[in-house]
């Protein structure tokens, strides 16, 4: 069975630093911005709850048919956004988990500037194997 699955990291100045398709699904453009637009909608939610509680990782925060919006959100406001269709919570939030601590491997790079787009292949590879492997 496909999966889908689109995963994302917002800055706290909402501007998406990182972005990656990465569910088993056949990739389509016109999904990929159906996706992005599900996640946007889904900021103005996570707001409200990330100041409401205490809990970093916050669940299912937003439904779109049978898709489901995840977050997890760090301690300077960052929001690590997935996007899916499964429902194995312990799996999500072991990869939110995994990708926050390669999440703070980059920024404490003296050469990333926070706040700037993720480009580095080596954490888009690491992203993607947590994906395979937790979701």
Known sequence: MASTACFVIVSKNDIPIYEA???SAPKKEDLAYQHQFILHAALDVVQDLAWTTNAMFLRSVDR?????????VTAGHTRFMLLHDSRS????KSFFQEVHELYIKIFLNPLYLPGSRITSSHFDTKVRALARKYL
Do not use: A, K, R, T
């Open 64 to 72: 779109f048919n049978d898709l489901v919006v995840s977050v997890y």
């Open 21 to 23: 398709e990465v569910g």
């Open 89 to 92: 919570d312990d799996g999500i």
